[in-house]
């Protein structure tokens, strides 16, 4: 890195150390609270629609992917799960590649219930990116991805 990039470097990150840290914990909290609001009428909360977006998804369907995938520890992860359950949305079948263990898949009202969840989530972007123009959208997005890349390095 050239000296002048470093000084700059420098200067940005010479204030709050936990500057970059809060505003991405606040933009979540405010994401998390306006989606929140968005699903009430159906009864589900920020926390439980990640559970049917990883099933749909594909990125989850075991109590330790849901664990790795939402960042929970198992008990948590069984809890929430458990919840998730209680009210119809999910349900456990055995694997069909491994009859030993459990997997979990959508009922009927979960799977009618994604289409709104996937509308609240748009809602919610389209009002916190509405006084962003469309170069602004892409290079946050890319701001974004790039950040999260370097969280894998």
Do not use: C
């Not at 909290?29 to 989606?35: A, E, N, R, T």
């Not at 594909?58 to 520890?73: I, K, P, R, V």
């Amino acid at each position: 890195m050239k000296p002048e990039s470093m000084l700059r470097r420098q200067q940005v990150l010479s204030g709050n150390p936990t500057d970059f840290k809060d505003l991405l914990q606040q933009a979540h909290h405010g994401f998390i609270s306006l989606l929140e609001k968005e699903l009430a009428p159906h009864n589900i909360t920020a926390a439980q629609i990640f559970v049917v977006v990883g099933i749909v998804q594909g990125w989850a369907h075991t109590l330790t992917e849901f664990s790795s995938y939402m960042g929970h520890d198992a008990g948590a992860m069984k809890r929430l799960l458990d919840r998730v359950e209680s009210k119809g949305i999910i349900q456990r079948a055995r694997s069909q590649q491994d009859r030993r263990s459990m997997v979990l898949e959508l009922t009927e009202q979960g799977r009618q219930l994604y289409p709104y969840i996937t509308d609240a989530v748009a809602s919610v972007n389209a009002h916190l990116l509405a006084e962003f123009s469309n170069l602004e959208i892409a290079q946050f997005r890319f701001f974004l991805l790039k950040l999260i890349n370097n969280t894998k390095q």
